[in-house]
């Protein structure tokens, strides 16, 4: 887990973040969207992703105005997995990633 990964939350709005670096962060390894790292809440595209050490940063690029993630994986696909890919941009997508110079902020608004 990222060392410096630190959790906050307000129960009276009903918000929590969790303050990382980009930089440091493990997109896989570390947990920091919701609690397990996505590692183990995806082990089949954690399995064929060809760099299963890739930080949030390197990941999650600029494109224009809009930031996309750039998914890299040993092989296509199979149609299974592509569902499997959309549940974890649904995850990944729920969080709001807000990136200064010295860290990233990540920001989830609760059901």
Known sequence: MD???KTHSKPHNKVSWKECSGETTSFWKDGWVGGAPLC???PRLFSIATDKDVKVRELR???GNMWVWKWLWRRRLFVWEDD??????EVVDSWVVREDVDRCMVVEARR
């Open 61 to 63: 690029v600029r494109e």
């Open 40 to 42: 183990l809440q995806f």
């Open 3 to 5: 060392k410096d990964v």
């Open 84 to 89: 499997l890919l959309g549940l974890l941009v």
